[in-house]
């Protein structure tokens, strides 16, 4: 059964509608969102489970791709360029797989259509499982504890940026923990591996391993009509890094 997202929508124009990544909120996308919005009818989305969308009892890629379907058919939306980051990239293959005549365009940001190991998420789970936000008394402390398991300042800023004060005395996270460390498995898994004929378009940062090389033979038999872009200066959260350079090429196609 879907839910209802919560979304942020602002423009005219050819609909992009835009999906953030694991443990991330439409926020993340609000400066590209804003500058697309002027000639375009943007579309930021909190899938389900982060930001200020419902949390659930469970997540997995076919239930994402319905929340976004519900959404989209309820706004009325047709020939969109749908946009994923990470776990939104492979809610926009599962979308476009089921619903192929509602796209017209696949951008999938740093996201290939593979199933990912369990490594990529272990420290970032294991601190957040741990962090006890409801019994500490500042974000200062939650950064602190967060810095045990993640050492990189910049994954620790993008988390507390889902972290806000649920009551003037208790901290809470945006996304559901449990059910996200719960269905991990769910998350990491692989796209159907049905073929897509949607034109799509892969942007993938050049530090990255997310889409290495080695898979674009076999990400091309899967999409014909699909193109890979590389930002090579960028990681994986390509659109943070290089914000300018991913507006370029989502413009390119909408």
Known sequence: MSVELFHRRSGQGTPVVVLHGLFGSSDNWGSIGKALSADHDVVLVDQRDHGRSPHTDGVDYPAMAGDVHALVERLGL????????????????????RWPHLVKHLVSVDMGPREYPLSNQAPILEALTTSNVAERGSRKEVEQHLAQYVPEPGVQQFLLKSLYWETPE???????????????????????????????????????????????????????????????YAGHWVHAQAPDEVMALIRSVA
């Open 78 to 97: 047709r020939d969109i360029v749908l946009v994923g980051h990470s776990m939104g990239g492979k809610t926009a293959m599962y979308f476009t797989h």
């Open 170 to 232: 208790r901290l809470a996270w945006r996304f559901n923990v449990p059910v996200l460390a719960r269905d991990i498995g769910n998350i990491l898994a692989a796209a159907p591996p049905d073929t897509i004929r949607v034109p799509t378009l892969f942007i993938r940062g050049g530090q990255s391993d997310y889409i290495p090389r080695a898979d674009m033979p076999a990400i091309k038999e899967q999409f014909p009509n699909s193109r890979v872009e590389t930002v090579d």
